[in-house]
């Protein structure tokens, strides 16, 4: 909601891509090469559908390093031509490829041709407003496992968004994110209810997005686990946008937390999954769960180096491939079976005295 605004204030007609559904995926798979990833093919499924509702233009990122997601939008851009398709495709590279593309891509997009001062003050709203999305997120997880009848919090959450997607003025973001808190505040809750604490590693596009991993957070809540993702849009932008154009790069903790185990940057979020692990297990957390698009090659060296940080810091892991046939039934059962590894491993070690 908030690229959208932003591109709407700049004078764009904006074609916002739908949930990704079964459809989208059946697209995706049936387009996309054999061998993808699931967020190749979801993304496919997805530009297909905008198309298909008249896009006449794609707005999306690149990528730098050894991960093949920085291939994709030129890939993407020759499938779709190849399957008819009329429409121009603009691609943000990452700020370390020059600040001077950004601007001319920028430009390209500002149709009402807004004065940069102008500019400032739409990007200012949008990170009120993104900031305070992620912290009624961060807030819904921790109220999901304590709610006392099941799925309010999800359904209050809901409203929340609903209600910050109609705040369209940096008071209006203010009013309807205290409105968001009091309402999921309000939610009644049990204090006395013992809580896991999982942190979720891997793949950004599968952590993000609730339809590639299958809405992970909303199980974990309502099996009893209060959820910390490690990625949430404000921290991946200033990492990766802000520090990154900055050349900020080199000091970020959760990069020298992994530096013992993977020192060198392999693309995608392979080094982070190692380096929030490790965080998680300094934090106390009684577990990790990874999650890894079937053929991810960062996530695959990951999950190679993943169980020797499990041994060392003493912390149990769960890594989940996800890709087109993996179904809720069968990742909720495996979810279910390692919660309760987690309280298992809990009562041994109080009444171990550990």
């Not at 997009?109 to 940069?116: F, G, I």
């Not at 999800?154 to 968001?180: C, F």
């Not at 495996?334 to 550990?354: C, K, P, S, T």
């Amino acid at each position: 909601m908030v690229i959208r605004r932003l591109l709407e204030q700049m004078g764009n007609e904006v074609i916002a891509p739908l949930r990704p559904s079964q459809r989208t995926l059946d697209l995706g798979v049936r387009y996309s090469p054999e061998f993808a990833c699931l967020p190749y093919k979801l993304v496919t499924g997805t530009y297909i559908e905008s198309l298909e509702r008249g896009a006449d233009t794609i707005l999306t990122s690149g990528g730098v390093g050894p991960c093949r997601a920085g291939l994709y939008a030129p890939m993407h851009e020759a499938i779709l031509k190849d399957l008819g398709y009329d429409f121009e495709i603009i691609i943000i590279e990452p700020p370390s490829r020059g600040i001077g593309d950004i601007y001319r891509k920028l430009q390209k997009l500002n149709a009402d041709k807004l004065s940069w001062l102008a500019l400032l003050g739409l990007v200012r709203e949008g990170w009120a407003k993104v900031k305070a999305l992620d912290d009624l997120e961060r807030l819904s997880h921790y109220v999901r496992p304590r709610e006392i009848e099941k799925r309010s919090t999800t359904r209050v959450y809901q409203k929340t968004l609903s209600w910050m997607a109609e705040a369209n003025s940096i008071k209006e973001i203010k009013e309807a994110h205290e409105a968001g808190v009091a309402a999921l505040k309000g939610i009644p809750q049990d204090p006395e209810r013992d809580i896991l604490k999982i942190g979720i590693v891997g793949e950004i596009y599968v952590v993000l997005e609730p339809s590639a991993n299958l809405e992970l957070e909303e199980i974990l809540g309502e099996l009893g686990a209060e959820v910390d993702r490690s990625i949430f849009l404000t921290g991946w932008t200033m990492d990766n946008a802000v520090a990154d154009a900055m050349r900020l790069t080199g000091g970020r903790s959760v990069k020298r937390a992994a530096k013992e185990y993977l020192p060198e940057m392999i693309g995608g979020h392979g080094q982070d999954s190692i380096g929030h692990t490790i965080i998680y297990a300094k934090d106390g957390f009684d577990g990790v769960i990874q999650l890894s698009p079937f053929t991810c090659i960062p996530e695959i060296v990951a999950m190679s180096i993943l169980p020797k940080v499990s041994k060392d810091y003493d912390i149990p892991v769960l890594s989940i491939v996800l890709d087109e046939q993996t179904g809720k039934a069968g990742l909720t059962t495996r979810v279910e079976a390692f919660v309760d590894l987690l309280y298992r491993r809990r009562r041994q070690r109080l009444e171990a005295g550990i």
